[in-house]
């Protein structure tokens, strides 16, 4: 006999979260009968809400459960429970459902293969103190990184996404993460304004002009925001890169040539199996920084990681 699991009871600070799980049956009981299995997940907030702000959790939610495995985990239904009065006891209320129309984001309308549990990279189980906890977290995270989650799960699972189009997603995904978690100058901001000021002094009638081109000069660049990232995961970045200086000068090429369409920049920028070999590891090394985020440690990243047939496939690349 095939048991269900068990309802598994999540608190967080912000929530209470509860996965359970149910069936229905196809066919005929007593020849041959279908068991399809579904999940379903409870979000309690401590206070009433604005449905934006509740649909936000389901999004948060849904994006985590994708990054958990590896793989578009789509929402099939969403229900809203409203406060409502009761009509035949005056000064009660009860709770009465509501079928919402939900359109679930960055999910691919033809996913392929899904993966077998043992290739998932986490478990709610295995995040630690626990998983309302880390529910709580993401969520607070994921307005921090806003942008580059829209990037990143837009080039995995978005219709329509061409190949030199998701390795563009993925770059500017891994350097929006690095910019809004890491952050970083060239200069202390003392020591830029000095340099600055230098510089323009000499403008004359440019001036003006000059200042607006320099008003980002001391961001670090692309090239320094790649370097960062690699060094965050060492193992993670021995499995995929070969050689780090040829493998990011590619990326930068590939990046300036689709994002300018610098002609001289054509041979150069990857393309083809190249371009789809480069896709691949700037999609896991995104994904190692965003397991970083539910606070697991760099071998634990490295472990989960190692399970993916996908990731294993990344590590052939000669790049």
């Given at each position: 006999?095939?048991?269900?699991?068990?309802?598994?009871?999540?608190?967080?600070?912000?929530?209470?979260?509860?996965?359970?799980?149910?069936?229905?049956?196809?066919g005929?009981?007593?020849?041959?009968?279908?068991?399809?299995?579904?999940?379903?997940?409870?979000?309690?907030?401590p206070?009433?809400?604005?449905?934006?702000?509740?649909?936000?959790?389901?999004?948060?939610?849904?994006?985590?459960?994708?990054?958990?495995?590896?793989?578009?985990?789509?929402?099939?239904?969403?229900?809203?429970?409203?406060?409502?009065?009761?009509?035949?006891?005056?000064?009660?209320?009860?709770?009465?459902?509501?079928?919402?129309?939900?359109?679930?984001?960055?999910?691919?309308?033809?996913?392929?293969?899904?993966?077998?549990?043992?290739?998932?990279?986490?478990?709610?189980?295995?995040?630690?103190?626990?998983?309302?906890?880390?529910?709580?977290a993401?969520?607070?995270?994921?307005a921090?990184?806003?942008?580059?989650?829209?990037?990143?799960?837009?080039a995995?699972?978005?219709?329509?996404?061409?190949?030199d189009r998701?390795?563009?997603?993925?770059?500017?995904?891994?350097?929006?993460?690095?910019?809004?978690?890491l952050?970083?100058?060239?200069?202390?901001?003392?020591?830029?304004?000095?340099?600055?000021?230098?510089?323009?002094?000499?403008?004359?009638?440019?001036?003006?002009?000059?200042?607006?081109?320099?008003?980002?000069?001391?961001?670090?660049?692309?090239?320094?925001?790649?370097?960062?990232?690699?060094?965050?995961?060492?193992?993670?970045?021995?499995?995929?890169?070969?050689?780090?200086?040829?493998?990011?000068?590619?990326?930068?090429?590939?990046?300036?040539?689709?994002?300018?369409?610098?002609?001289?920049?054509?041979?150069?920028?990857?393309?083809?199996?190249?371009?789809?070999?480069?896709?691949?590891?700037?999609?896991?090394?995104?994904?190692?920084?965003?397991?970083?985020?539910?606070?697991?440690?760099?071998?634990?990243?490295?472990?989960?990681?190692?399970?993916?047939?996908?990731?294993?496939?990344?590590?052939?690349?000669?790049?």
């Amino acid at each position: 006999a095939y048991a269900f699991p068990k309802s598994r009871v999540y608190r967080g600070q912000t929530a209470t979260y509860t996965v359970g799980s149910g069936f229905k049956t196809h066919g005929d009981m007593r020849h041959n009968v279908e068991i399809e299995t579904h999940v379903s997940l409870t979000i309690r907030l401590p206070k009433y809400q604005l449905l934006p702000g509740c649909l936000e959790r389901v999004t948060d939610i849904q994006l985590m459960l994708a990054l958990a495995t590896d793989y578009p985990c789509s929402v099939e239904r969403c229900r809203l429970f409203l406060r409502v009065p009761r009509t035949k006891q005056p000064g009660t209320w009860q709770l009465a459902p509501v079928d919402l129309c939900y359109q679930p984001l960055y999910i691919a309308s033809n996913p392929g293969r899904a993966p077998h549990p043992s290739e998932f990279l986490f478990f709610l189980s295995s995040l630690q103190p626990d998983a309302g906890s880390a529910f709580d977290a993401w969520h607070l995270k994921r307005a921090d990184l806003d942008s580059a989650f829209a990037l990143f799960f837009r080039a995995c699972y978005g219709d329509g996404m061409t190949l030199d189009r998701k390795a563009l997603y993925y770059l500017q995904a891994a350097e929006t993460f690095h910019r809004r978690r890491l952050g970083g100058c060239s200069l202390p901001e003392t020591e830029h304004q000095k340099r600055l000021n230098e510089v323009l002094a000499g403008a004359g009638s440019h001036r003006r002009w000059l200042e607006d081109k320099l008003q980002y000069s001391n961001e670090l660049s692309l090239r320094k925001r790649l370097q960062e990232l690699l060094r965050r995961v060492p193992p993670v970045t021995a499995d995929l890169v070969k050689n780090k200086s040829k493998f990011v000068q590619l990326a930068l090429y590939t990046r300036n040539y689709l994002t300018h369409f610098d002609r001289r920049l054509e041979k150069k920028a990857a393309s083809g199996r190249r371009l789809y070999e480069l896709s691949e590891i700037l999609r896991y090394l995104t994904v190692a920084q965003l397991l970083l985020e539910l606070d697991l440690s760099t071998t634990a990243v490295h472990h989960a990681l190692r399970k993916s047939l996908r990731y294993q496939d990344a590590m052939s690349f000669d790049l």
